[in-house]
């Protein structure tokens, strides 16, 4: 129900922007998130933005780099990855929820949904 998409290889400093599209008409409905892991790490919480899309949430990590959005009418939430560095090699998974509480929005637990991932690696 969930496919990301938008990965690929760059070098550090670089631009890349993930997709994942969900659900159909219903994806209004719906918290979604942006995880990431990295080999031999557990999964991680990046970015997560509510159902309007009026607040989001990031990672300290990626604050200020990266920006979650999404699109209602397409069914679709974006992660916009700038200024990249090797470290933010990983798998990224999207994630959604129809009924999220703002407490557990950065917990990976909280999400019912996940897609298969899409391979993001930066090299230096």
């Known amino acids: 129900q969930l496919q990301a998409s938008g990965g690929g290889l760059v070098q550090a400093g670089g631009s890349l922007r993930l997709s994942c599209s969900a659900f159909?008409?219903?994806?209004?409905?719906?918290?979604m998130a942006w995880f990431r892991q990295a080999p031999g790490k557990e999964r991680e919480f990046v970015a997560a933005?509510?159902?309007?899309?009026?607040?989001?949430y990031y990672a300290d990590s990626v604050k200020g780099r990266f920006t979650i959005s999404r699109d209602n009418a397409k069914n679709t939430v974006y992660l916009q990855l700038n200024s990249l560095k090797p470290e933010d090699t990983a798998v990224y998974y999207c994630?959604?929820?129809?009924?999220?509480?703002?407490?557990?929005?950065?917990?990976?637990?909280?999400?019912?949904?996940w897609g298969q991932g899409t391979q993001v690696t930066v090299s230096s």
């Open positions: 159909g008409r219903t994806f209004s409905m719906y918290t």
């Open positions: 994630a959604a929820d129809p009924s999220m509480i703002t407490s557990q929005i950065r917990r990976e637990v909280a999400y019912d949904y």
């Open positions: 933005i509510v159902r309007s899309g009026a607040r989001t």
